[in-house]
């Protein structure tokens, strides 16, 4: 299928079933702009709603993924403003809406809103030359897209206090360390990686990669009791499927599985 035009982001569909979609505002290392988090959240809702579309991957360029959200856009706003007009709320859409599997692929800065919309992801590959931060104290203000929280159920309280409270930036290592990150590929490498990565997602049923993104996601919302009893449930109406009964047809064949989506 083709892909959607915009002009603060380039989505591309690859052969297998992978949406790519590239940040691209260089001039202002990927700052995120309204314009630019509207059209990111609309190509989100579009390849969810894409059948051909298994899998996505969210990169920027080699030396930022995102630089935080838009600084100047927001210096001369009044509370009034960002109060009103919910800023950075249709942000919350990613998280809400997309079922989808969404990798972050993360070469060199993830700073502020940069850091919260990788976190939004699913899971982080980070190039050897990522930083994260979240430096919001230093512009005298706090992180506003999930960063306090996300931070601190990736890190811990520790390194998370440490981050918003001083602003320093972590390397790939210290991330890859701490939990924030999966794993570290060399920068060159990244978006391919991640794009395979996606790929293998992309391969499997879809609505049961998404109903084990749900219950994963879930771990972070509700009591262990609550989301064992969750996991259970959805674990059964996996055996309501086709691709249940395919997968486990073909593993007892000896053959790869063809999973339809139902
Ligand atoms: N917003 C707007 N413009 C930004 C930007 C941002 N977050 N980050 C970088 N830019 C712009 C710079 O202003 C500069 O533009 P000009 O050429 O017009 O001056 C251009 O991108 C290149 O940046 P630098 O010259 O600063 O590049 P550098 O290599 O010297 O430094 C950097 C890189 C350390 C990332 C530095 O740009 C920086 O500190 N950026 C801001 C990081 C930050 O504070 N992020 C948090 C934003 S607040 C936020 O995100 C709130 C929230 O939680 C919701």
Redesign the pocket.
């Known amino acids: 299928s083709a892909a959607k035009t915009y002009e603060n982001i380039i989505v591309e569909i690859r052969p297998n079933k992978v949406a790519l979609i590239t940040l691209n505002r260089p ?3 990927n ?2 702009s309204t314009p630019l988090l509207n059209e990111l959240v609309d190509a989100l809702q579009v390849l969810q709603n894409d059948a051909s579309v298994g899998a996505i991957v969210l990169t920027g360029s080699e ?2 993924f ?9 210096s001369t706003k009044s509370y009034m403003e960002v109060f009103q007009n919910r ?2 709320g249709q942000t919350d859409a990613i998280v809400q809406k997309i079922q989808k599997p969404v990798i972050a692929a993360v070469n060199g ?1 993830a ?4 850091c ?1 919309l990788a976190m939004m992801c699913d899971f982080i590959l980070a190039g050897e030359n990522a930083k994260f ?4 104290i ?2 005298g ?5 999930g ?1 306090t929280q996300r931070l601190a159920r990736a890190v811990g309280k520790s390194k998370a206090m440490e981050l918003v409270l001083t ?1 320093r930036f972590m390397d790939a290592a210290e991330a890859e360390r701490s939990g924030l990150v999966s794993r570290i590929v060399p920068a060159k490498d990244l978006v391919e990686e991640a794009v395979k990565t996606a790929g293998t997602m992309a391969a499997f049923s879809q609505p049961i990669v998404s109903i084990a993104k749900e219950c994963v996601n879930a771990a972070f919302e509700t009591t262990l009791a609550e989301g064992l009893r969750l996991e259970r449930r959805l674990f059964y109406s996996t055996f309501a499927t086709n691709d249940q009964k395919e997968g486990m047809a073909a593993f007892s064949d000896k053959r790869d599985p063809k999973f339809t989506n139902n």
Not at 111 to 114: H, I, K, M
């Open positions: 001039k202002a290392l700052a995120l030396k930022a995102a630089a935080g959200a838009d600084i100047k856009e927001m800023l950075f800065f700073l502020g809103g940069g919260e931060g979240q430096p919001e230093k512009l203000t706090i992180p506003g897209i960063g602003g």
